[in-house]
């Protein structure tokens, strides 16, 4: 009992410093702004001299929107157990160093914690001035083309795989030294000496250091950047804790997306270079190159728009519609009244419930409020008909999204309606109010966007309208109690997108 307490104590002593925490409050501040104090010490795994980054968070992490900034580079010049002080030798932005508020200290040691300590070797190259240039490449490539000196006479058949360089040490530093002639006596003397091991290492952590912190920077102030997917990225693999599902051996998707990025890379690179020559770039083309380069343009180019799109869709829409009906349900054994406007005025608003969802962002509902002018035949005589209704419906869109901009959309619908209408048969000077109902109406329609998300929609329906008379103006009137009427409609509209 008393050897496992020890071991547990032993392994909370060893593993203290992975536990500590970066985050930290600003308990003090001098006048100047260039010392503070924060409340992380020595149990914080905070060390003597450590060179730190300050960082604030401005937004949360669920925002798409820069969320932590640097606000200083630091380095520690005193430290207790639970508190520490800082000398900003770079401060980003001094508003943001308010005291009491809470920051991440972002740690030398604690970043770099359980990275191998660089090796480092000296070389010393030793030659005549006639000979320095080439004996100082060498060196430094480590003479990697010393058994192919005569390369550049030869052909390259195959190209096997890349030349690297292999050594027992990380680096190598590299001392010059020239042989220098004094009374029939060669000596050596020093041209150049490279820094001090020790300093070159110190460099070189630090440097690496802010590469971290930058690289760190920047993945978490990426819009799409999420924990949720970067914690599932870490997940181990079912067949083997020690590796992570998303590790670093390759397999067949990390090629395929590879050779896509590259693929798009040169397409990006011919399309801007067409675009730079201006009207000139295909007359060093035959017939048959340019055909194919315009093939491939316009596919650049329909992609270059899909990606416009898809990075910016639009959930809502919104259009005003003047509407001309194709029936007339008028009589023409009324020689004395006839209806010739009839028309509707429509406002509508469209949401897509699943944006950016491969089929189900296919489909949208709609609401409409609708007022329309038409006339119907009542007892022999012609009456005017004033209906104001809403109606709910769903819309499907075969071919495109309803949010693609500068692309023909087309849609199918259907909808029901339901409101009040007014009917007036002036010949007979009589008056009835009516409840109203549709169902189901059907539509097809066609809309076109422009990249500002201002567009024209043309659309065609067909439906029933139900009324029924809850009111009468005198009693036996020939407006009748209930009708059906058969209606179909033309209609252009002004879209706006958002």
Not at 429 to 449: C, H, L, M, Q, W
Not at 464 to 483: F, H
Request: proline share 3%.
């Amino acid at each position: 009992m008393l050897r496992m307490t020890i071991y547990a104590i032993s392994l909370i002593v060893i593993t203290l410093p992975a536990w500590a925490v970066s985050e930290a409050r600003l308990l003090n501040q001098s006048a100047s702004g260039k010392t503070v104090v924060f409340n992380l010490g020595g149990l914080d795994g905070i060390r003597s001299g450590d060179y730190a980054v300050v960082v604030k968070q401005i937004h949360s992490p669920e925002t798409r929107d820069l969320r932590l900034v640097p606000v200083a580079k630091a380095r520690n010049i005193k430290m207790t157990t639970d508190s520490s002080v800082w000398i900003l030798y770079k401060v980003y932005d001094q508003d943001l160093l308010v005291p009491g508020d809470k920051f991440l200290v972002l740690s030398e040691s604690h970043v770099l914690s359980g990275r191998k300590t660089p090796t480092l070797g000296r070389i010393t190259v030793v030659n005549d001035k006639k000979k320095f240039i080439e004996q100082r490449n060498d060196a430094v490539t480590d003479d990697m083309h010393r058994l192919s000196k005569l390369g550049h006479k030869y052909e390259q058949m195959e190209h096997a795989h890349d030349s690297h360089i292999i050594s027992d040490t990380d680096a190598d530093l590299i001392d010059l030294e020239v042989w220098n002639e004094n009374f029939g006596s060669m000596y050596r003397s020093s041209l150049y000496k490279s820094a001090n091991k020790e300093e070159f290492r110190r460099q070189l952590r630090l440097a690496t250091f802010e590469k971290l912190i930058t690289a760190y920077l920047q993945k978490v102030n990426d819009p799409d950047f999420n924990y949720d997917t970067f914690y599932e990225k870490q997940r181990k693999t079912e067949f083997a804790n020690e590796f992570v599902a998303n590790g670093k051996y390759d397999n067949e998707y990390n090629k395929f997306l590879r050779k896509e990025s590259a693929k798009s890379s040169a397409d990006a690179k011919l399309y801007r270079t067409i675009l730079e020559k201006g009207e000139s770039w295909s007359e060093d083309y035959s017939d048959e190159e340019l055909k194919q380069v315009l093939s491939q343009v316009s596919v650049l180019q329909e992609k270059d728009r899909r990606v416009k799109v898809i990075s910016k869709p639009s959930r809502f829409a919104l259009t005003f519609e003047y509407g001309l009906n194709l029936t007339d349900a008028q009589t023409s054994s009324d020689p004395l009244y006839q209806r010739d406007s009839r028309h509707s005025k429509e406002l509508d608003f469209e949401i897509v419930p699943f944006l950016k969802h491969e089929t189900l962002e296919r489909f949208t509902l709609d609401g409409t409020f609708r007022l329309n002018y038409t006339a119907f035949e009542a007892g022999g005589f012609n009456a005017d008909l004033n209906e104001y209704s809403l109606s709910l419906g769903t819309n499907w869109y075969p071919i495109y999204a309803p949010y693609v901009v500068e692309s023909p959309i087309v849609y199918l619908g259907t909808y029901i309606r339901s409101g009040f209408a007014s009917a007036n048969a002036p010949t007979p000077d009589e008056k009835a109010n009516y409840t109203v109902i549709s169902f189901p109406g059907f539509r097809a329609g066609f809309k076109y966007y422009m990249r500002n998300r201002v567009g024209i929609r043309i659309q065609a329906s067909m439906e029933t309208i139900k009324i029924e008379r809850y009111e009468a103006s005198k009693l036996g009137s020939v407006l009748p109690d209930r009708a059906s009427l058969a209606e179909a409609k033309f209609g252009v509209g002004l879209a706006y997108a958002f």
